[in-house]
């Protein structure tokens, strides 16, 4: 799954200091010469790269970013401090854009890779250069310039890991929330996530994943209902998907049939996607007492034929989620070593991924075909929807 995840920040450079003004005073030597120094330059601003950086998110709890300025140069010549540069890290894979002009300045692509964004401004120079034969006592100093100012797009393609799958209220944001530092609304409604939401797993301190929150599948998605077709085909390039099940719904439906309605829409959206790695996330075990949790979950495995992954969580208070996480930090790197040593494993997860989205294509073409034709005998209904591009939102 590929989101955009974006922010909005302005940079100033530093100010180069102003040049000093300034006669020799001695005793004993009445008239001394020129001695102010020059200021010195403000600091300039850098992208750097950082591969333990896999969001954005810090940039939008701060806004803007200065480096410092020069000091002004003083008197015996001494020249003013240099302002220290700025250097503001980003994930690796950040795009870097001049927001008023539109300009890529650059992409930053490597660990490491840098790229000056705001030119500090240039010093100021001090009286003392401006002594010559003619003029002994020069009273002419400059000022130190501005630095640049400019205000910064920051673009991250991120690839989600684990793409949470369910129906409406199942408890899929919760489930984010509970994981990573990502704060996407809950409710005690359906539809409450309208655009997906990603989190940042932190496994250890310093290994990490990032998991989708996507709104809720309901039965029929695949034939275009509800909110779902619009983002099961995002799903196609997630390693892994969570399905996250209610064991308590409020409404008629029972757990095993509500798990069951999310498997055929998924096998009838994209077999292979529904051959995908799927772990079964039972979730509201705090709802329920024991003796029915068990007989729930039995019906549930029963009616799926399930023989894969299960766990059981109260995401609410984050319980058994942990090592959800630690499991899937697990299966991720394994994959993720797999591909590194063998190019067939990596062509094969390719070709698997060429062919769900192929899949997904062909389900849209077909559902926007039958819009059309629905549209043309009532002449009341769009197809906009089918097709929409995902922002990142936290
Ligand atoms: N008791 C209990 N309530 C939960 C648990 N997890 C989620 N809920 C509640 O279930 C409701 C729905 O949770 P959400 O996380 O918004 O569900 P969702 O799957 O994201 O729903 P949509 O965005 O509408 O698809 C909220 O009222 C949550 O507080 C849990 O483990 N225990
Ligand atoms: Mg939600």
Redesign the pocket.
Known sequence: MKFVDEATIKVFAGKGGNGCLSFRREKYIEKGGPDGGDGGDGGSVFMEADENLNTMVDYRFQRSYRAESGEAGRGRNCTGKSGLDLVLKVPVGTTIIDEDSGEILGDLSAHGEQLKVAQGGFHGLGNTRFKSSTNRAPRQTTPGSEGEARNLKLELKVLADVGLL??????????I?AVSAAT??????????LVPNLGVVKVDGHRSFVVA?I??LIEGASEGAGLGVRFLKHLTRNRILLH?V?M?PWDEITPAEAALSIVRELERFSPTLAGRPRWLVL?????LDEETFAERRQELLDTLGWEGPVYE?????ATGTERICQDLMIHLEEQREREAADPEVLAEEQATQSRMQEEARERIAALRASRRQAAEDDDDSDDDDLDVEVEYVH
């Open positions: 369910g129906l409406p209220n199942a408890g899929k944001s919760t489930f929330r996407p609304k809950v409710a005690n409604y359906p539809f409450t996530t929150d709104p809720g996250i209610d308590a979730n509201k075990a705090d709802l969580i109260s995401a609410i208070s």
